[in-house]
């Protein structure tokens, strides 16, 4: 046997639940800001900036700013308590908008300006390249063949 009062207390939320709204927020920040962010490889915009978004996990963000070093990372954007299975369904059906909002910051390193010179690069270079060379594991190089070489293989088909 079923109440009336069972009913409202089912038919109340569900009549309810057109108004209910659950909004999510991401703010990226840089230091300094003006810095060109892309999320899993999209490109978002400069820095400072707020995106609204879906899903909840591991975000690969890149950060680049001329005069800084490009950052490139990962960030945990973590669900709150009521974002989570079977609170989120008592969320959603709230009479009422639940916000989320997330932030994340990044503070950028400027760009060494000796790493960036010539001859520092071309010494630089030159150590790393003794250092693949020189192991004692490491096999020699493979010859590239140039494009003025002709093919070592013979066809299998003769012309007609």
């Keep these: 046997m079923r109440t009336p009062g069972l009913r409202l207390l089912i038919a109340i939320p569900l009549l309810l639940a057109p108004l209910a ?9 840089s230091d300094p800001p003006g810095a060109l962010v892309y999320l899993n490889d999209q490109e978002l915009g400069r820095t400072p ?3 609204d978004f879906h899903w909840y996990g591991d975000y ?12 490139k990372t990962h960030k945990r ?12 369904l ?4 709230m009479p009422f908008t639940v916000r989320d ?3 994340i910051s ?11 010179q010539p001859t520092n690069l071309l010494a630089r270079a030159e150590d790393l390249r003794g250092q693949l060379e020189g192991g004692q594991y490491t096999r020699p190089p493979t010859p590239r063949a140039t494009p003025a070489t ?8 003769t012309p007609k």
């Excluded at 709204?21 to 920040?29: K, M, R, W």
């Excluded at 690969?60 to 950052?71: E, F, I, M, P, S």
């Design 77 to 88: 954007v973590k669900a709150p308590l009521w974002n989570w299975a079977p609170f989120d």
């Design 90 to 93: 008592v969320a959603s059906l």
């Design 101 to 103: 909002e997330q932030k």
């Design 150 to 157: 002709k093919p070592t293989t013979k066809p299998t088909t």
């Design 106 to 116: 990044f503070t950028l390193k400027p760009v060494d300006p000796s790493l960036d």
């Design 21 to 29: 709204c659950v909004e999510q927020e991401l703010t990226i920040e």
């Design 60 to 71: 690969d963000v890149r950060l680049q700013l001329d005069g800084y070093q490009t950052l």
């Design 49 to 51: 900036l707020k995106r």
